[in-house]
C-alpha cells in the first residue's frame, strides 16, 4: 500500500553529510511508486519550523508543485505515498498532515479503527479538522500529547515519549512517522501489523516501508519488531516498545543493488519481471537439495516428527499468490496424500475454521506483509496450528511470526501484477510438498530427484517461450478491442487459467473469467457468441490419467458456438492445430509442473493488450502492490 520514507542526516553547524532531505526522500517515493498510490507527499525541518507540500496524483504532481514552491533546504524529513483508504484521493486528503500549530507533521500507512472516537474526543478539545482522514486524527492526537500531556518539553520525552503514548490509545494497523519543529534532527516512527524498517548509514539514518526507499544509500537495515518505536538522529537509532521500554531490532545485509530495482532496458518493470522468470525460478531451487537429490530445507524448523504427524494443510493466501496455492494442491496432495485446503485469507478466520495441533498452515505472500493473511496466521496459531510461510522478502512480518519460513529468491518485484514472484512461489511450494513426501515416506528418494530434476529444467523452457514472446505480443496486441476474454483449464490448468483472467482484469480493465473447463456446460457456456475469445489451457496428451481429449471436446463445444480459440498445448501435440484459431506451443514437461510454463504466455499476452491500451502496466488503477490493510 502506502509507501512511507524517512531521513535524517547531520544537521547544518557539523560535518555534513552530502545529502539533502528533499532529495533522499523524494528518490525513496520514486522507488515505492510500486507499491501503488493515489497522492504524495513530503515534509522537512528547517529554519525552526516544518514546510510540507502534497499534490493528489503521481509522484511528478509534487515534483512540480515542489518546483513551482521549492522547499528550504533541511537534513530532516519525512515522505509519503498514499493509497485512499479513509477520503477520497485528494490534495487535502494527502499526507503530512500538521498538527500542534503547524509545528508536527505525520504521515501514516495502514487504517486506525478507532479514528472516531478519538476524533470526536479531540472535537470536544477545540480541534479542528482540515480532511477526511484516520491519518490527521492520529496526528492531532500526537500533537495534543505533545504540546498539553507533555508541555512540549524535551526534557519529559519529547516526540518519542509522545508517540509511546499516543500508541496506546490508537487501536488498528499503522505505521507512524512524524517530525517536530522543537526537535528539528529526530524523525520518530512505530509500527503495529504495518510495515517499517531502518537504514543505517554512516553520519544519516533512514526509514522505510521497505528497504527499497533507501536502498540507492546503505544496505545496512534493521528489522523492528511488533509494536516498536524508532527514534533516528543521523548518529543514533534507539527502540523501544510502546510502553518505552528498550528494544532491539534486528540488523540484516540487503544483497541485491539498485541497479536489480530498475527496468533493465525494458519499457516496463512487469516486462523485465517477466523475464526475469528463469533466474527467479533457478535461484528459488538453488541449495534446496545435495547432490543425491534428499531436500535440504534448512529454514523449515519445525521437528520433524511434528511434520509426519501433519493430517491437514490449509494454504492461505490473497489473489495470485491463492492461484499459486491452488496449483500446489494438486502437488502435494498427489505427493504426500495428505488432505489439502486453498482457503482465502480473509475468510478464513470469520468462518470457524477447523485447525488444530495436526494441522499445517502454509501462508503465501509476495510481500509478507498481506494484512488478511497475516491475520489469519495469527489466528492460526492461536488454533494451535504450525505456520509456514513461502515470502519473497526477507525480514517482513509473516515471516517473522511464522514457525518457519520458505523464501523465494525471486528478487525484488516492482510491478504490480506479479509474475516472477507467482512463478517462484509455485517453485517453492513445490518443495515443501517433496520435502514432507521425504519425511514421511511418501515418495522413494530416487522419485523425488528425478522431480527435482524436472524442476532444474523449467527455467530453461521458460526461457524457450520468452524467445518466443514477439508473437505472443502480436496477438495480445491483435485483440486490442476485445471487451471479454474467457480463459478454461482443468486440473492445474484451472487455476492458471484463473490466474490468466485476473492477469487480464488488472492490467487491461476488461472482463476475464476463468473457468474449469468441465463447468461449461452447468452455465458459463451460455457467455459464448460469435467472435469470443476463449483461451483454452490444453494438458498433454501423455500419461495414463490424461485429460487430453476432454479438454478438446470444450474446445470443439464453444468453436461450435463461435468462438475464437486460443489454445496453449504441449509441443507435439497436433491433434489441436483443427480446433484453434491460434496454437502457442510450450516445452514438455511433466503435467504438475506445466503451470510454470503454461502461465508465462498468458503474462505476455495480458502485457501486450494493456500496453497496446495505453495503460501503465506497472501501476494499474486502484491497485496496490502490498495490501496492508484488512
Given amino acids: 500500500m502506502c509507501g512511507i520514507v524517512g531521513y535524517v542526516g547531520r544537521p547544518s553547524g557539523q560535518v555534513s553529510t552530502e545529502h539533502q532531505a528533499l532529495d533522499v ?21 528547517a529554519d525552526g519550523a516544518i514546510s510540507s507540500r502534497k499534490k493528489s496524483g503521481k509522484l511528478s504532481n509534487l515534483i512540480a ?3 513551482a514552491n521549492p522547499l528550504p533546504a533541511a537534513t530532516t524529513g519525512i515522505g509519503h505515498t498514499r493509497w485512499a483508504t479513509h477520503g477520497g484521493p485528494t490534495d487535502q486528503n494527502a499526507h503530512p498532515h500538521l498538527s500542534d500549530g503547524g509545528k508536527l507533521a505525520l504521515i501514516h500507512n495502514g487504517i486506525i479503527e478507532n479514528f472516531a472516537e478519538l476524533k470526536q474526543e479531540l472535537l470536544e478539545k477545540g480541534v479542528t479538522f482540515q480532511s ?10 500526537l500533537g495534543d500529547i505533545y504540546r498539553n500531556q507533555l508541555g512540549g518539553d524535551k526534557a519529559n520525552g519529547g516526540l518519542t515519549k509522545a508517540m509511546q503514548l499516543a500508541c496506546q490509545r490508537l487501536e488498528g494497523a499503522f505505521t507512524l512517522l512524524a517530525v517536530h519543529a522543537d526537535q528539528p534532527d529526530v524523525v520518530v516512527a512505530a509500527r503495529r501489523n504495518s510495515p517499517l524498517v531502518v537504514g543505517l548509514g554512516e553520519g544519516e539514518n533512514f526509514l522505510g516501508s521497505d528497504v527499497s526507499g533507501f536502498i540507492d544509500y546503505t544496505r545496512r537495515a534493521v528489522e523492528l519488531g511488533q509494536d516498536q518505536i524508532v527514534t533516528i538522529t543521523a548518529e543514533s537509532v534507539e527502540i523501544t516498545d510502546f510502553f518505552g521500554a528498550p528494544a532491539e531490532g534486528k540488523e540484516y545485509h540487503v544483497n541485491w543493488d539498485p541497479a536489480s530495482a530498475e527496468k533493465g532496458g525494458f519499457p516496463s518493470f512487469m516486462e523485465k519481471e517477466i523475464h526475469d522468470q528463469p533466474d527467479a525460478v533457478l ?8 547432490v543425491d537429490g534428499k531436500l535440504t530445507l534448512d529454514e523449515l524448523r519445525i521437528d520433524p516428527d511434528l511434520l509426519k504427524s501433519v493430517d491437514k494443510i490449509i494454504v492461505l493466501a490473497c489473489g495470485t499468490s491463492a492461484y499459486a496455492g491452488q496449483v500446489a494442491k494438486y502437488a502435494i496432495e498427489r505427493w504426500c496424500r495428505i488432505p489439502t485446503e486453498v482457503e482465502l485469507s480473509h475468510e478464513f478466520r470469520y468462518r470457524d475454521p477447523i485447525v488444530d495441533a495436526q494441522t499445517l498452515i502454509v501462508s503465501i505472500s509476495q510481500s509478507g506483509e498481506t494484512m488478511d493473511t497475516l491475520m489469519a496466521v495469527r489466528y492460526a496459531k492461536e488454533q494451535g496450528a504450525k505456520t509456514v510461510a513461502i515470502c519473497n522478502t526477507n525480514g517482513s512480518t509473516i515471516p517473522r511470526e511464522s514457525d ?3 523464501y523465494t529468491h525471486a528478487g525484488p518485484e516492482i510491478a504490480v501484477a506479479s509474475t516472477k514472484a507467482f512463478l517462484a512461489q509455485i517453485t517453492a511450494a513445490y518443495l515443501l510438498g517433496l520435502y514432507l513426501a521425504q519425511l514421511r515416506g511418501n515418495k522413494f528418494q530416487g522419485e523425488i530427484k528425478d522431480i527435482l530434476s524436472d524442476l532444474g529444467k523449467i527455467p530453461e523452457k521458460v526461457q524457450s517461450i520468452l524467445d518466443d514472446a514477439a508473437r505472443i505480443k502480436e ?13 478454461l ?9 484463473m490466474e490468466g483472467a485476473l492477469k487480464l482484469k488488472e492490467l487491461a480493465y476488461i472482463h476475464a473469467e476463468g473457468f474449469a473447463a468441465g463447468e461449461l456446460k452447468h452455465g458459463p457456456i451460455a457467455l459464448i457468441e460469435e467472435g469470443q475469445p476463449v483461451f483454452v489451457v490444453v494438458p498433454s496428451p501423455r500419461g495414463r490419467d490424461s485429460l487430453h481429449a476432454k479438454v478438446v471436446s470444450n474446445i470443439q463445444e464453444v468453436r461450435a458456438r463461435g468462438a475464437k480459440t486460443i489454445v496453449i498445448a504441449e509441443e507435439g501435440d497436433d491433434a489441436v492445430k483443427a480446433f484453434a484459431e491460434h496454437v502457442i506451443y510450450i516445452p514438455e514437461t511433466p503435467t504438475l509442473l506445466a503451470p510454470l510454463l503454461t502461465t508465462v504466455p498468458l503474462q505476455i499476452f495480458a502485457l501486450a493488450l494493456a500496453s497496446a491500451k495505453g495503460y501503465d502496466v506497472d501501476q494499474p488503477r486502484n491497485l496496490a502492490k502490498s495490501v496492508t490493510v484488512e
Fill in 25 to 45: 526522500v523524494l528518490e525513496g517515493l520514486r522507488r515505492l511508486e510500486y507499491r501503488g498510490y493515489d497522492s504524495a507527499g513530503i515534509a522537512v525541518v
Fill in 65 to 67: 508543485e515542489l518546483e
Fill in 132 to 141: 477526511e482522514t484516520d491519518t490527521e486524527v492520529a496526528a492531532a492526537l
Fill in 283 to 290: 535461484q528459488t531451487l538453488l541449495g534446496r537439495s545435495d
Fill in 404 to 406: 518457519a519460513v520458505l
Fill in 475 to 487: 496477438l495480445g496486441e491483435s485483440m486490442v478491442d476485445a471487451k471479454s476474454v474467457l480463459f
Fill in 489 to 497: 483449464g482443468r486440473h492445474v490448468g484451472f487455476p492458471v487459467a
